[in-house]
């Protein structure tokens, strides 16, 4: 298996992905434009950034905003199609999921003709084109550090392995199949949570101040923009302790509160009221993708990897993961 756009060919049935809110059909077509605009954006990445520059109709400027225009009319498609559907007999009226979440929110006014809407429609478009990236490239490139990992500690490997077999027995599917089971792999759980440490798929965020306040003695104005250093964090070994560099799921086995001398230390999902709104599913999904390939292969690192991770807006293999898989049964 050469995972060189990393467990990227994505959810290949209906309802798999983080909104399910539209046919496969539907979903792939604004996943593939998104994909080609995330493209442009790695290409201008190491390029000389003048400003004003992305707003000269260049060639690829143009092109950025004709995918642009195109993602949001389908988007908009999609949530017109929910709207002229609502269901008016119950309190979901459109539907039991994030998208309905939104136009419920987005209807406020109309219904009760007094507040303000929580979101106009084009903060849903923008939320839904964010959930198409996040919700599948971040998890792709976890999966892809997760089969690097297994591939270079077999002991791990084997003792995931036999977890996930105490608690599915001979039935490959049973443990992928409900959440509740997929809660009790707690080596599963660790070795996750480990590689999120040592390879977050993002390695640093931005936040905005919202008031006057002072860190470490340092007074940050109001509108102050700062850099949080993921991966400088997941690997300072005053936080982690001297084996900050290591391998090691063991420091998770309290917890991740537990884990560092911090109880926030761990931000591959960021912390807070700001903290990733889908790190529960991706943990599941994660978790289901794992125990099903530790089932049904054994894997090794090929002799042709060559490590070196890259950091173009997620962390992924700049070489690809050429991982040798072997059936098990």
């Not at 909104?19 to 539907?26: A, F, I, K, N, S």
């Not at 965020?205 to 470490?216: F, P, Q």
Request: charged share 25%; net charge neutral.
């Amino acid at each position: 298996m050469d995972s060189r756009q990393p467990w990227s060919h994505g959810p290949s049935a209906p309802g798999t992905y983080p909104l399910h809110c539209w046919g496969y059909v539907e979903g792939k077509k604004v996943f593939l434009a998104q994909r080609e605009l995330q493209f442009l954006a790695f290409s201008t990445v190491f390029d000389v950034q003048v400003p004003g520059f992305r707003y000269l109709p260049t060639e690829k400027n143009l092109k950025t905003w004709k995918l642009d225009r195109k993602v949001r009319a389908m988007l908009m498609d999609i949530i017109k199609t929910r709207l002229a559907t609502k269901n008016t007999t119950n309190g979901s009226r459109y539907g039991n999921d994030l998208l309905g979440m939104m136009l419920e929110a987005s209807s406020a006014p109309e219904e009760q003709g007094k507040t303000p809407a929580l979101m106009s429609l084009d903060e849903i478009i923008d939320e839904c084109k964010t959930f198409f990236f996040a919700g599948h490239d971040t998890t792709s490139h976890l999966l892809t550090w997760t089969s690097f990992l297994l591939s270079t500690h077999p002991e791990w490997q084997e003792r995931l392995r036999e977890e996930v077999r105490c608690e599915g027995g001979d039935d490959d599917d049973t443990v992928a199949r409900t959440g509740d089971a997929l809660n009790k792999l707690k080596l599963v759980n660790m070795f996750l949570l480990e590689t999120l440490r040592l390879y977050a798929p993002v390695s640093l965020i931005n936040r905005k101040t919202s008031a006057d306040l002072e860190v470490g003695g340092v007074k940050v104005p109001e509108g102050t923009i700062l850099t949080i250093p993921i991966a400088t964090i997941h690997r300072d070994k005053e936080v982690w302790g001297e084996d900050a560099g290591e391998f090691r799921p063991e420091r998770f086995e309290n917890g991740v509160a537990r884990a560092a001398k911090h109880p926030n230390a761990l931000l591959s999902f960021s912390s807070g009221p700001r903290s990733c709104i889908g790190q529960s599913f991706a943990m599941v999904e994660a978790k289901a993708v794992v125990a099903m390939m530790l089932q049904r292969f054994s894997m090794e690192l090929s002799p042709k990897y060559v490590h070196a991770p890259m950091d173009v807006l997620t962390l992924r293999p700049r070489h690809g993961l050429p991982v040798i898989l072997k059936t098990l049964k």
